[in-house]
Structures are given as structure tokens and as C-alpha cells.
């Protein structure tokens, strides 16, 4: 039966849980044990002692040993739940092991001091249990790890990251996250927390603030289209411009001759060169514009689907850049391919003048996570890709998975999308869909030469 997680310090293994059933086919009891390494060697054999007792809780035998062999058990790993050991009395009403030797595929081994107490751990607690707030709950992952769903916390010589991953006490970093143990604990205060919505609903507003500007300049200049208006509106820029209020455009050279890595200035925006090709420039904004879910609905989606290409294919286009501008702007013929990592299906091919770069793009395109962070108000944030995340199981897996938490259900249910992080590097999990706080960075193949075909445009 499922119990306590137990541990013993300095075990390379936890105990997960212990199980008395009969053999479908003799109906003689054996017995079941899960285990989980928490060594970062691999494990290759493990020795357990067992001992069974009757329904009155009177030992049945002498200690038995058992063990699992030819195991390639890495940290994290879960194992043991498949295999049956036989008990030799039929009497046997319940049973209890411990943990004797391990063996490593280095040759190296370790083994439990006789009269070892292995004690209980106590459940981690769901973060949005303990926070008891959506935005606060969001606040936490963006600074911490997008897998966080649970409380972390420490051990006797382990400690417990938000994603629920078992670390040693001597490890900074986790080994599945790479979150910091400090980083954790310390946007567990919930002032952290609030003083981080503060500053995401003031760039929310900002964000606001610019979109509703531009759109009033595009009605402006549609309004008053004539000479003296665009006189006008010059000299108005050249205004803004010499207070510091708005960037200048780059120069009709840069923008018609671009080389990859050159900033240009083209609608409303900076643009960061990724490719030149065929008289064409791949484009991707310099900062993250603003915040946005990928979709409205908490359902399962793809890049063809999401609200969020329907947006920037719509109100960003007209909202950014004139007609004229906007002519420039290549149909580019999407291939959406499958989470390299979890096989999460990508859809349809799509054709989109704006977009977001896939997993495979973002690897290619940058040189380093370092060359992929971007910033937001002048700090770095994470930044959407149009590529799926861990994909969703099937509900009777989760339901017969007495380990998976409610958070962790509702993380399951719908697929993620894949994002950059803050520190740039590429998170394939992903994030669930519908979160409001991710950023976006849009993308596009601009026509910068007499050569350049206005259509037919194909990425990866």
C-alpha cells in the first residue's frame, strides 16, 4: 500500500511506496515496492530486506533479502512497480522493507548502517494551495521555473524544488530545472510576489498605453493624408524625438541592405536581423513588445488554432504598420513541426505574415542563450514560441496515478507552449497556454530587394 515517502540520510534511493497483493494465478502473496533515485550516479543493483508479518502484526520468518538487478537507473528515475516478489507464507497479511546495498555502474557502492532509522517526509504542498492566487501563483513560475507547482523545502541532507524534482542538499541548482534552492524559498514571500504583479500590471498598462497610441497615429495619418500633414507629422516626431520621447528609424540604406545581425527600424519598431535570403530579411522584434496568452480558451490547441496568430495576423498588423508597409511583408509558408522532446503534435502547415519562431528556429538562428534573451521594460523576461510543450496524457493515466497532484492534473489536461527563458534559454515543457503573462516577440520576412517575390515564402 501507498504510504510516506521514506529515506534514510545519505540513501541514494527514497522508498515511495510498498504494496501486499496475490499472484492472479497461484494466489500465493507477493509483494511490490517503488523506488526513486535520488543519486546522481547511475544505479545497477539494489538489495532489499524484506520481512512479513500475519494478520496480528507477529513476524512470520526470518528477513529476507531480494534484489533488483541489471537496473540503468539515473536521478529521478522511478523504478521497481513492475516487479512481484514472492512471499513464502500464505499467512502473510503485511509487509515491510528497507533498503540494504546499492551498486553503481562505476564500480562504486554504498550500504545502509545496520539499526538505520529511515523516516517519513512530509507531502510537499501545491503552490496554488499555499498562495491561494492565480496571478500570484503566475508570478511565481515567471521567476522561478515554469514547472513550479509545488511548495520546495529541504530534508535531512535533500531539498525539494518547485517541480518536484529531489535534489542533494550540496546542489545549487536543480538537476531538472536548474532552478536555485535560494531562488525557490525566496519568491515564496508572498511581498515578493506582490511587488512582482505591481510591476507586471504597470508594463501591462504601458503596453496599453503604446497600442492604443499607435492606432491613434495610423487614424491620424489616414485622416489627414496630404502634404502638409505628413509635413506636420515630422516635424512632430522631430519634437518627440529631441525630448527623448520617441527611437529614430534607421536609415533607408540599413533597411533595404540589411545584414544578419544589423537592428533596423521598420513599422513602429526595432527589428533584429536573423537571415537574408532571396531578397528577403528575417526579422524578429529587438524587445519583447508586450504580454499576451497564446490562447483565449483552456483547451487543447496549435500554432493554426491559437487566438494569438489570429491577433498578430490582424490588430498587430494594422496597429504597426501602414499599407505600404504592410505590402512589404512576405506570406510566409509555416512548417509547425512536433515537440522535438515530447512528440506533442505541431498541426498543420499555416501561411502567416507575422509569427513567432518554432523550437527549431530559436536554436538556429541564435548562437547562444545569451544572444536569446530579450528584455521588457528593460529587464529580461521570458518570450513565446509558436512550438508545442509537453503534450497532454490520457485522463485514465492520470487517474491511476495516485502521485499526480491536482496542480499537476490541470498542468496535464492541456498542452503547453514552448518558451525562451529570462536567462534565454530554450524550455521545451513549455507553459500552459493561456497564461497571460508570457511575452511576445513576433517575427516576419520583410521584402528588402527588387528580387524579393512577395509570396511563397517557406520555414521551419
Not at 7 to 23: F, H, M, N, R
Not at 44 to 71: K, V
Not at 432 to 449: K, M, Q, S
Request: charged fraction near 25%; proline fraction near 4%.
Amino acid at each position: 500500500m501507498d504510504g510516506p515517502l521514506l529515506y534514510l540520510t545519505g540513501s541514494p534511493v527514497l522508498i515511495l511506496a510498498t504494496t501486499l497483493l496475490k499472484d492472479a494465478q497461484t494466489g500465493a502473496p507477493v509483494a511490490q515496492a517503488r523506488f526513486k533515485s535520488v543519486s546522481s550516479r547511475t544505479l545497477s543493483a539494489l538489495t532489499i530486506e524484506i520481512s512479513a508479518q500475519d494478520a496480528a502484526g507477529r513476524p512470520l520468518q526470518e528477513n529476507s533479502n531480494f534484489q533488483y538487478r541489471d537496473l540503468r537507473v539515473v536521478q529521478g528515475d522511478e523504478f521497481g512497480g513492475d516487479t512481484s516478489i514472492p512471499l513464502p507464507d500464505a499467512r502473510s497479511s503485511s509487509v515491510c522493507l528497507t533498503v540494504r546495498e546499492a551498486l553503481f555502474d562505476d564500480g562504486s557502492s554504498w550500504e545502509a548502517p545496520r539499526r538505520a532509522r529511515w523516516e517519513s517526509i512530509p507531502p510537499q504542498q501545491s503552490l496554488q494551495e499555499v498562495l491561494g492566487d492565480e496571478e500570484l501563483l503566475d508570478m511565481y513560475r515567471i521567476n522561478t521555473s515554469m514547472r513550479a507547482h509545488l511548495v520546495p523545502g529541504s530534508f535531512s541532507d535533500l531539498w525539494f524544488c518547485a517541480c518536484g524534482a529531489v535534489n542533494r542538499s550540496s546542489d545549487e541548482t536543480c538537476f531538472r530545472c536548474g532552478l536555485e534552492f535560494t531562488t525557490a524559498t525566496h519568491f515564496l514571500s508572498r511581498a515578493v510576489l506582490e511587488e512582482e504583479r505591481a510591476w507586471y500590471r504597470e508594463g501591462q498598462q504601458h503596453a496599453r498605453e503604446r497600442a492604443e497610441q499607435r492606432v491613434r497615429r495610423r487614424k491620424r495619418a489616414i485622416r489627414y493624408g496630404s502634404i502638409a500633414a505628413s509635413l506636420l507629422v515630422i516635424a512632430i516626431a522631430a519634437l518627440l524625438l529631441f525630448f527623448g520621447i520617441v527611437r529614430p528609424t534607421m536609415g533607408k540604406e540599413a533597411l533595404e541592405n540589411p545584414s544578419v545581425g544589423d537592428t533596423v527600424y521598420f513599422g513602429d519598431t526595432y527589428w533584429q536581423v536573423l537571415d537574408v535570403q532571396n531578397g528577403r530579411a528575417l526579422l524578429i522584434t529587438q524587445d519583447i513588445l508586450e504580454r499576451r496568452p497564446y490562447d483565449d480558451e483552456y483547451v487543447d490547441t496549435t500554432w493554426e488554432a491559437c487566438s494569438l496568430r489570429a491577433y498578430l495576423n490582424g490588430d498587430f498588423l494594422n496597429a504597426h504598420f501602414s499599407a505600404d508597409e504592410e505590402g512589404r511583408i512576405a506570406l510566409t509558408k509555416l512548417v509547425n513541426a512536433d515537440n522535438p522532446e515530447y512528440g506533442t503534435p505541431g498541426g498543420n502547415e499555416t501561411q502567416d505574415r507575422v509569427f513567432l519562431l518554432s523550437i527549431e528556429e530559436a536554436q538556429d538562428y541564435f548562437s547562444s542563450d545569451a544572444a536569446r534573451q530579450a528584455k521588457q521594460e528593460g529587464r529580461a523576461y521570458f518570450w513565446c514560441l509558436r512550438s508545442p510543450g509537453s503534450g497532454a496524457v490520457p485522463l485514465t493515466d492520470i487517474l491511476t496515478d495516485t502521485d499526480v497532484t491536482l496542480s499537476e492534473f490541470a498542468d496535464h489536461i492541456v498542452d503547453n507552449v514552448a518558451f525562451v527563458g529570462a536567462d534565454g534559454s530554450i524550455d521545451t515543457h513549455g507553459v500552459d497556454t493561456t497564461i497571460a503573462a508570457i511575452g511576445i516577440r513576433p517575427a516576419l520576412w520583410l521584402n528588402v530587394g527588387a528580387s524579393g517575390d512577395r509570396e511563397g515564402v517557406r520555414t521551419s
